[in-house]
């Protein structure tokens, strides 16, 4: 059985920083490719990085130069380091696991992340 | 990117059936065979319904079922139940660089 599981979120400074964690299992973080989808509060779902397999990576235009996407292999876990962070970063970031080929995506629980004063 | 067109919102009676529209564009929706669908209940993470255009994962009752013409795809819900009462979207792959582009959402009223 799949299993991402986030961690990292909560309330930050605007211009602050915050480390999202995802712990997977039941799959390879370095052999397919993985994603972070966002949610803000009552709004819809945005797609905010990807990094696969070979170690490429790609950002979202609203979070490019903020955020970096990094994986650590030994680990099985997936990162997502966000820098000077802004109010509209406030969303649920959930860990999404990717195979190539298909769409057929799995989807942790997601962590919130309130970028507040 | 821009995000994929959804309806804001359907309706429909218990028993009755739904389709939700996703328009996309040739760089995505109608490129690839990669469209997927996700319910979403208040408070919780998305649940996969539909991936790669028709296939349903298991455990989604087969009341749910996808299609792609061009650049539009849909989600067909028969049988309406009220526990379908939901959010709705739709995500297609949009190629190396981008991954995913989602729709707006979807919201199903069950009347």
């Known amino acids: 059985e799949v299993q991402l599981v986030e961690s990292g979120g909560g309330l930050v400074q605007p211009g602050g920083s915050l480390r999202l964690s995802c712990a997977a299992s039941g799959f390879s973080v370095s052999s397919n490719y993985m994603n972070w989808v966002r949610q803000a509060p009552g709004k819809g779902l945005e797609w905010v990085s990807v990094i696969y397999a070979g170690g490429d990576t790609f950002y979202a235009d609203s979070v490019k130069g903020r955020f970096t996407i990094s994986r650590l292999n030994s680990h099985n876990t997936l990162y997502l380091q966000m820098n000077s962070l802004r109010p509209e970063d406030t969303a649920v970031y959930y860990c999404?696991?990717?195979?190539?080929?298909?769409?057929?995506?799995?989807w942790g629980q997601g962590t919130l992340v309130t970028v507040s004063s | 990117q821009s995000a994929l067109t959804q309806p804001r919102s359907v309706s429909g009676s218990p028993g009755q059936s739904v389709t939700i529209s996703c328009s996309g564009t040739s760089s995505d929706v109608g490129r690839f065979n990669y469209v997927s669908w996700y319910q979403q209940h208040p408070g919780k993470a998305p649940k996969l319904m539909v991936f790669d255009v028709t296939k349903r994962p298991s455990g989604v009752p087969d009341r749910f079922s996808g299609s792609k013409s061009g650049n539009t795809a849909s989600l067909t819900i028969s049988g309406l139940q009220a526990e379908d009462e939901a959010d709705y979207y739709c995500?297609?792959?949009?190629?190396?660089?981008?991954?995913?582009?989602f729709g707006g959402g979807t919201k199903l009223t069950v009347l």
């Open positions: 995500c297609s792959y949009a190629g190396y660089s981008i991954s995913r582009v």
């Open positions: 999404v696991g990717s195979m190539a080929g298909t769409i057929e995506d799995y």
